[in-house]
């Protein structure tokens, strides 16, 4: 009786080659797909998450706001608007703050370049002309891809980006955007706003109890 001849392996032929080849190039198609929508997933859903700096270059947490409306602001020294604006964002940092609002600032040089000061002398000029005792932090980018990301998150949230100086957004003590405004929009229009998410706040805190 002759000898029963040996079964090939089942996996060792081209057509199993060429399933494995396809396999492997899947999977890393796969792994590679799932690690893009990682990256353009935004990094975090509320502005209070981001990090920045004081005028003196010192980091800052946002997260010290967290619980509070804010209306933010990209500011300028030497513009038109200057006046105006930061009379009106003290007026309402004022009347609203501190405990359930605030103003922040970020001086830019981007627009016309009106903001040509250190981020420190920007403190003391509005400090000095216009009694200003929100807090104005480090001069910042918001165009190009040096922007700071804080605010960047500030203009893809509300997908308006500014065009000049004193752009505002308000945002909501959970750290989404819920409102913007042009810089020549008046305080009239502005205080309701603020005023309403204010009241909001203050009744869900007392459910909350």
């Not at 935004?42 to 920045?52: G, H, I, L, T, W």
């Not at 009694?131 to 891809?145: A, C, D, E, M, Y």
């Amino acid at each position: 009786m002759e000898p029963l001849a040996a079964h090939p392996p089942r996996c060792s032929g081209p057509k199993a080659k060429v399933l494995a080849v396809l396999l492997s190039m899947a999977l890393c198609t796969g792994t590679l797909f799932l690690l893009q929508l990682k990256l353009l997933q935004p990094k975090s859903n509320s502005f209070y998450a981001f990090e920045v700096k004081d005028a003196k270059g010192r980091p800052v947490s946002l997260e010290k706001f967290k619980g509070k409306v804010t209306l933010v602001a990209n500011v300028a020294s030497d513009c038109q608007l200057t006046d105006s604006n930061y009379l009106a964002l003290q007026d309402l940092h004022r009347e609203f703050g501190p405990f359930h609002f605030s103003v922040l600032a970020f001086p830019c040089n981007q627009f016309g370049e009106s903001e040509p000061r250190p981020s420190k002398d920007v403190v003391s000029f509005a400090r000095n002309n216009y009694g200003v005792t929100f807090p104005i932090f480090h001069k910042i980018k918001i165009l190009g891809p040096g922007a700071e990301p804080a605010f960047r998150f500030l203009v893809d949230s509300s997908k308006k980006e500014p065009r000049w100086n004193f752009w505002k957004y308000l945002v909501n003590p959970e750290g989404r955007v819920v409102k913007s405004w042009r810089p020549e929009e008046p305080i009239e229009v502005i205080r309701p706003e603020i005023a309403d998410l204010i009241r909001q706040m203050i009744i869900k805190k007392r459910e909350d109890l």
